[in-house]
C-alpha cells in the first residue's frame, strides 16, 4: 500500500489501544505505546476535540458516541449477517465468518461460534485481514466480480493471473470455493458470495478443522440457504434506515 | 499551539473527519472526500491509505469507502448511548413502579435490550438482562418501535390484518401485550423519539400477569421517563454537532 500518515497512525493506534484497555491516564498511553507525552497529548487533544474520547478524571475512554458510529458500519448489512451467521454456526456446529472486500484484501466483519463447548474450533477474528486470492472467501468473492472489478482488484497483487484466474472461474461454475490449509494450517474453508443489487457485498464462510471436514455436501447445503436467506434480505427494503444510505451511495454514478 | 504542533495534530483531525463524513454518508469516493475536508488529494490518499490500515475504513471493488470493522471493534464494550442517558431515569421508573424495566433498541428487523433495572425486591419478578434480543414484531417493546419506523417497509413483518395494532399503538402513545415473549408476563412500553417523532428505542415495564392491574396505574410515569430519556438524548446529540473545545 502507498505511503501512510505517522501522525493519524498513531491517533488510531492509540484509539484500538484505549478500548483494549479501558480507562487510561495520558502517561499509560504514552507508555504502552512507546509515544513521547507530548504527542499522547496532542493526540488526545485531537481525539477529544471530535468527541472520540472523553475525559474522566485524570482518565481518558472511548467516547460512547462511537456506538453511533459503529452502528453506522454497514448498517444494513452488518445485523443480517450477525443473525444468520449465527444460525449457520448453530446447524453446521462450526464457526462462520463472514468478509468484506478491501481492495485486493478481504476482513473479517462478523464471526460466529457455535455454542456447544470444548471442541476443536477453526477461529478468525472480526478485523483479521488476509490476501483476497489466499482463502476460500476471498475466491467466492472475486467469482462473483465482473471483469471490470475483477482487473482492478487483482492489479496490485503480482498474481499470476493464469493461476488464479483458473480458480476463480472454477468457483464460478460451482457457485462457492473450497481451500484448505492455505490461510490456516488444519482449516477448511468452504465460502460463497454473497451480493446486493449492485453487485458482491462479501462472502460467507464456514470454517472446520480439516481432520472432520469429511461432510461438505450437507455443509454445501447449509450455506447454499444462508446465502439465498441474505440476499433476500438485502433486496427488502431496511427498515432502519441502512438501504437508503447503501443503495443511494453505490448508485450515484459508480466510478 | 502555533507551528509544527498544529501541523500535527492536524494530520490526525483529516483521519477523524473522514471517518465522520462517511458516518453522515457511507460509500464515497476518494475525490469525494477531498471536497468534503477541503484537502488536496494526495492527502486525503494518505490519510485513507492509513485508515485502511487499521481496518476502519475499507475499499470495495468500485472504488468507493466505507467505514470498516475496526469501528465495531471499538464500540465493543461500550453501554449503547441510550442506556448511557437513560439509566438514572430507567432505574427510578424501576423503583417507583417496582417492576422491571429495560430500554430496547432496534437493530434490524429486532430489537436488543440495552438497559435494565429490577425494581421489584419480593420473590416474584420479572428477571431480563442486557443483551436479550426478540423480532421487532414481537413483544410490547418491540411494537413500540415498529409503530414509529419511519420506513413503511415494517409490513413485511407484520401479517396485513396485524397492522392495525400499530395505529391502535400511535393512537394511545405505547404498546401493551400480554404473553407475547413469554407466558404469565405483561408489558407495557412507549417509543422514545428523536426530534422528528420516529422512534430510536423504547423504555418497557414488564410484570408478572397477576400484577397486571398495578402496571396499569404506571402509563403516567412509563410515558414522562420515555420523555425524559428522549430530552437526554436529544441534548446529547445536539451538544456536538461539529466537534467542541476542550476545555
Known sequence: MTEISKTANKALALLTELAASGPSTPQEIARRLDINRTVTQRLLMTLYARDFVRREGGSYTISPRMRRMADAVLPQLRPLVGRLDAELAEATGETVVFKVVDGDTVIVLDEAVPSAVFDVRARHEVGTRSDITQSASGLAILSAMDDDELKRTLRGTGEDLGVVGERIAEARRAGYAVTSGELQEGVTGIAAPVSGPDGVVGSVAVLIPTMRANNLTELHRLLMNTVTQMEYELRQPSLTGGADQLLSASSSGAA | MVGVTVETAQTADYALRVLLELEAHDGQTMSELADKIDVGRSVVHRIIATLRVHAAVTRDPRGRYWLGPMLVLLARGLQHELATV?????????????????????????????????????????????????????????????????????????????????????????????????????????????????????????????????????????????????????QRKNAQPEGRSSK
Open chain 2, 86 to 234: 437513560g439509566d438514572g431515569a430507567l432505574a427510578e421508573l424501576a423503583e417507583l413502579c417496582q417492576e422491571t424495566a429495560i430500554i430496547s433498541v432496534p437493530e434490524g428487523d429486532q430489537s436488543v435490550v440495552v438497559a435494565c433495572a429490577l425494581g421489584h425486591t419480593g420473590a416474584l419478578r420479572v428477571e431480563h438482562e442486557v443483551g436479550f434480543r426478540q423480532p421487532l414484531s414481537r413483544g410490547a417493546s418491540s411494537l413500540a418501535i415498529l409503530a414509529y419506523q419511519r420506513h413503511p417497509a415494517i409490513s413485511r413483518l407484520l401479517q396485513p390484518e396485524d397492522l392495525g395494532v400499530l395505529e391502535e399503538i400511535r393512537a394511545q402513545g405505547y404498546a401493551q401485550t400480554t404473553g407475547q415473549i413469554r407466558s404469565h408476563m405483561v408489558a407495557l412500553a412507549a417509543p422514545i423519539l428523536d426530534e422528528d417523532g420516529w422512534a430510536i428505542g423504547s423504555v418497557a415495564l414488564i410484570a408478572p400477569e397477576t400484577r397486571a392491574e398495578l402496571l396499569e396505574s404506571s402509563k403516567a410515569s412509563l410515558l414522562s421517563t420515555a420523555r425524559v430519556i428522549a430530552d437526554g438524548y436529544a
